[in-house]
Nanobody, 128 residues
Framework: VQLQASGGGLVPSGGSLKLSCVASGFKLDYYVIGWFRQAPGKEREGVSCITNFDSSTYYLDSVKGRFTISKDNAKNTVYLELDDLKPEDTAVYYC??????????????????????WGQGTLVTVSS
């Protein structure tokens, strides 16, 4: 089971990026996929997640209306579109996976500890 996150970069405040999380060794169809971020000196926090069964989505309050999670099962890829970026969004962004049905997504979907598999991070830097 491997996850590969990519798409980070340096953008000005108000800019946009699209992150990708490609899975290999398993099919995303059967997993909950979450996006998380970790800023220097801070704990990892959940940003968004998407379920397998009905593609329900969940977001951290501070990114609602600015970030959009989506998936393409045919490409075994989950995306996170980041719009209207702010300097406080600067962080390393990670994707994680857990088998659908193993957690209550509504309660724990944005908790890093709920996830079993992780990819390496991709750095997003937003300049002011």
């Amino acid at each position: 089971v491997q996850l590969q996150a990519s798409g980070g970069g340096l953008v000005p405040s108000g800019g946009s990026l699209k992150l990708s999380c490609v899975a290999s060794g398993f099919k995303l169809d059967y997993y909950v996929i979450g996006w998380f971020r970790q800023a220097p000196g801070k704990e990892r926090e959940g940003v968004s997640c998407i379920t397998n069964f009905d593609s329900s989505t969940y977001y951290l309050d501070s990114v609602k209306g600015r970030f959009t999670i989506s998936k393409d099962n045919a490409k075994n890829t989950v995306y996170l579109e980041l719009d209207d970026l702010k300097p406080e969004d600067t962080a390393v962004y990670y994707c994680g996976a857990v088998e659908d049905g193993q957690i209550s997504v509504a309660r724990y979907g944005l908790l890093p500890i709920a996830y079993k598999y992780w990819g390496q991070g991709t750095l997003v830097t937003v300049s002011s």
